[in-house]
């Protein structure tokens, strides 16, 4: 199944910008998972389950390194950008 993730980060510290940035670098090493960035969020795109284990896994390394931050996160069981689902 294809999902399409739409997904803002909210470090709560003033030095927010390297959270985020690492954030995005981090998704962007899994090749089978598009990601599209924008001024407000980041998108990611591909299959379901692999983008589930990538967040379980790039929310916990946030947290862990970065401390208290909010993830808002929106699921859509497709692949917005059109593409034909599995």
Do not use: H
Request: aromatic residues 10%.
């Amino acid at each position: 199944m294809k999902a399409s993730v739409d997904i803002s980060l909210y470090p709560l510290k003033d030095e927010y910008i390297p959270a985020i940035k690492e954030f995005i670098e981090r998704v962007q090493r899994y090749p089978e998972v598009a990601v599209v960035r924008n001024d407000l969020s980041t998108q990611l795109y591909g299959n379901y389950e692999l983008i589930m284990d990538l967040l379980k896994v790039e929310v916990r390394l946030s947290w862990e390194k970065y401390g208290k931050s909010i993830f808002v996160i929106k699921l859509l069981g497709d692949d917005l950008r059109g593409l034909s689902s599995d």
